[in-house]
T-cell receptor, first 116, second 113 residues
Framework: GAGVSQSPSNKVTEKGKDVELRCDPI?????LYWYRQSLGQGLEFLIY????????KSGLPSDRFSAERTGGSVSTLTIQRTQQEDSAVYLC??????????????FGEGSRLTVL | AQSVTQLGSHVSVSEGALVLLRCNYS??????LFWYVQYPNQGLQLLLK??????LVKGINGFEAEFKKSETSFHLTKPSAHMSDAAEYFC???????????FGPGTSLSVIP
């Protein structure tokens, strides 16, 4: 597709289970971001991938959270031993980086996670 | 380090009134600046962006923003609010496309009939 694709769009899980959220960025976009948005809250930065550089993991809230980006394209955000406070919408965004680009982000529709 | 502040986490305006959402940034070099909008239960979309071509930037849905270097501001305005403008608005900054984009905390806009 032409846009950023995220799956699943909705995920309900039980406390203590692991979940994986997937992001398929726009083809050719070298930068990829994960954000968390709790109900009525702003964007909480989680992790930033830029090309082949080491990812910026400074926003990951605990060691239960991890993310990888395979082949510079698809990214997976994994939450281990989910807790109720992990319930939120997880947003992915990508952008193209070059001298001619401005860093504009393109967002997916998000994955809504509910932990019971 | 870059940062973005948005004065007022919640702003209410009457339908037809002026919309003014404030954004101030800190950056060591002339930045790229953005306003994103998030309508209820939707993802974020770009409203407008400043890339140094012109200080007054026009975006979608009648919004515009003016880059003022001396004030390090990039306030968003619209002359006449519509009910459909009710949304969350985020200001963002980056130095170049190779640098991480930094978002402000967001401003929730309510439009009163």
């Amino acid at each position: 597709g032409a846009g950023v694709s995220q799956s699943p769009s909705n995920k309900v899980t039980e406390k203590g289970k692991d979940v994986e959220l997937r992001c398929d960025p726009i083809s050719g976009h070298t930068a990829l971001y994960w954000y968390r948005q709790s109900l009525g809250q702003g964007l909480e930065f989680l992790i930033y991938f830029q090309g082949n550089s080491a990812p910026d993991k400074s926003g990951l809230p605990s060691d239960r959270f991890s993310a990888e980006r395979t082949g510079g394209s698809v990214s997976t955000l994994t939450i281990q031993r989910t807790q109720q406070e992990d319930s939120a919408v997880y947003l992915c965004a990508s952008s193209q980086t070059s001298e001619l680009n401005t860093g504009e982000l393109f967002f997916g529709e998000g994955s809504r996670l509910t932990v019971l | 380090a870059q940062s973005v502040t948005q004065l007022g986490s919640h702003v209410s305006v009457s339908e037809g009134a002026l919309v003014l959402l404030r954004c101030n940034y800190s950056s060591s070099v002339p930045p790229y600046l953005f306003w994103y909008v998030q309508y209820p239960n939707q993802g974020l979309q770009l409203l407008l962006k400043y890339t140094s071509a012109a200080t007054l930037v026009k975006g979608i849905n009648g919004f515009e923003a003016e880059f003022k270097k001396s004030e390090t501001s990039f306030h968003l305005t619209k002359p006449s609010a519509h009910m459909s403008d009710a949304a969350e608005y985020f200001c963002a900054v980056t130095k170049t496309s190779y640098d991480k984009v930094i978002f402000g905390p967001g401003t929730s806009l309510s439009v009163i009939p």
